[in-house]
């Protein structure tokens, strides 16, 4: 195991009937906005619980963050920010919300030149405003953790950040407001949550990690056994719950620590969004089974180790069983796994090459996926 330093700040407030908790949260006296995507959370009862929670506050609301937010949706919510004197967040929804909501957050105290190089150049964010989440979306970690990804529709660029200063103050994971998510939403969460841990778990890497490898596993075989669940049982408590949690825990720093990580599914698949605007589960449902194929030599301990221990498989030919089982288990969870299923062909293999070309990245734990590699593996998955 390497040497590390961590720490995860953020208070978690899980359970049925916990939105109402944000009250004690937020300091009194804030100006709070509440920040929200397109609509769902005023279908499925979550606006009214935290109106209601929120009816000792002075308030605002900004709504319309899109699935994969744009930096110019963001702009104009930090303009809002400025208007009124704002000094905290409240994010209700999914990854996009929150996301969006820590690059408005660093955004709105920016001081110096335009808060897009806080993507485009890594600037340091040396100041955030406060924000909590009610997450309504069990995918992307991002109710714990410091990260964002974010769009700027103008260039079509999906990048990301990450800083010390965008952790969420609490994050309030009841399971009950899943039960309204549509069966794409379902699927979606659950191929993303199952690369985050891949991601971190499926390296090169042989050394002395049990418990990190131990705990991936745990929360990749939640997610196998209770993500069909959750398509066909829709309200049933537990499977959202133990659902919500695997998610979290997916992403939230602690598997990541003292072993390589690779990525570069990520990397990929957010150019897939970034040209064709595709889901982001969807994008890692296609790469995924082609780059695992096209490291097979390099992660081959750790392929072998996964079929065992998550999809029970021992006999030979077991990477390559072990790919089919990670395919089959995305079509089981309803996510297709090919461009031509999205009707994408050789054009795009070219765009995202010529992208990659143009940004002269290396990635993966190794560093050592090319352009030449990418091209490979997206001519796979045609
Ligand atoms: O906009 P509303 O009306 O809320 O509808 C959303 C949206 O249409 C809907 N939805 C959310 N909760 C619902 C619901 N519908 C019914 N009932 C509910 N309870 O679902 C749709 C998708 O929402 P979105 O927030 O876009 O999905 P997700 O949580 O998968 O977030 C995806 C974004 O997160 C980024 C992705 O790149 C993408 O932009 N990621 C963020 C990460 C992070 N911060 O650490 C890591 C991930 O790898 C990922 O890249
Ligand atoms: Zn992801």
Known sequence: MENFSFVNPVKIIFGKDTIKKISTEIPSGSKVLITYGGGSIKANGVYQQVSEALSGFDTFEFSGIEPNPHYETCMKAVELIKQKGINFILAVGGGSVIDATKFIAAAACS????????????????????????????????????????????TQEKLSFSSSRTYPKFSVLDPTTTYSLPIKQIGNGVVDAFVHVIEQYLTYYDGDSLLQDMMAEAILKTLVIEGPKALTEPTNYDVRANLM??????????????????????????????????????????ILPGLINELKEQKAKKITRLGKEVFGIEEDHA???TIKAVESFFEQMGVKTHLSDYNLDEEAINKIVERMNQRGWKLGE???ITPDTIKRILISRK
């Open 366 to 368: 190794c560093r050592n």
């Open 245 to 286: 949690w695997a998610s979290t825990w997916a992403l939230n720093g602690w598997i990541a620590q003292g072993v390589p990580e690779d990525w570069a599914t990520h990397m990929i698949g957010h150019e897939l969004t970034a040209f064709y605007g595709l889901d982001h589960g969807q994008t890692l449902a296609i």
């Open 111 to 154: 001081t110096q030149g335009d808060p897009w190089e806080i993507l485009s150049k890594g600037r340091k964010i040396t100041n955030a405003l406060p924000f909590g989440t009610v997450l309504t979306l069990p995918a992307t970690g991002s109710e714990m953790n410091a990260g964002a990804v974010i769009t700027r529709v103008e």
């Open 319 to 321: 990477i390559e069983q």
